[in-house]
């Protein structure tokens, strides 16, 4: 009687140890606003927030969905990225997608502090990751 157990339970110490590799780091495997060390905790009234700065700062290149089909992206030649699709941002940490608003790139206009503190930016990154869920 005893015997089956042992294989059982070292089985399953087996199982336990082995899945977290198989995965790769957990910090590089991670998805969602954890990934890259936010240090904002999103509430509703921080995120009614987010969602009103982002559709005057940013929806009318990345749309009110993130999906990035705009008139303007399409009138300025731009490709955006879809972040309707979670896969998207999955790659990037939130301290990439922190860089990326704060200072700019190529014709995506810098949120300058005076529009958005810092907490806010922490925010905007968390919105706009959930068009991916
Ligand atoms: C004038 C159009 C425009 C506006 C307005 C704009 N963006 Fe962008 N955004 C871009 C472009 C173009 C890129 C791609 C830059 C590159 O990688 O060359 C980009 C890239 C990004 C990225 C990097 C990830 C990705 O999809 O490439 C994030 C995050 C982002 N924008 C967030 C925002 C937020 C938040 C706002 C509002 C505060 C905003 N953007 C406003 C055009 C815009």
Same mark, same amino acid.
């Given at each position: 009687m005893l015997k089956p157990f042992l294989l059982l339970s070292a089985t399953i110490l087996f199982a336990m140890t082995a899945l977290p590799a198989l995965g790769g780091t957990p910090q590089a495997s991670a998805p969602g606003p954890a990934a890259g060390g936010n240090p904002v905790k999103p509430t509703a009234d921080s995120q009614a927030k987010a969602k009103s700065l982002y559709q005057i700062d940013c929806a009318m290149?990345? $749309?009110d969905n993130g999906n990035g089909k705009t008139d303007l992206a399409t009138s300025m030649g731009l490709t955006l990225e879809d972040w309707s699709d979670a896969k998207t941002l999955a790659g990037k940490s939130d301290k990439d997608l922190f860089? +990326?608003?704060? =200072? $700019? =790139?190529? =014709? %995506? /206009? /810098?949120?300058?502090?005076?529009?958005? =503190?810092?907490? %806010? +930016?922490?925010?905007?990154?968390?919105y706009i990751r959930a068009f991916g869920k």
């Open positions: 290149c990345h $749309g860089d +990326v608003i704060r =200072k $700019g =790139k190529d =014709k %995506m /206009p /810098p949120e300058v502090e005076g529009r958005a =503190k810092d907490d %806010m +930016v922490w925010n905007l990154i968390i």
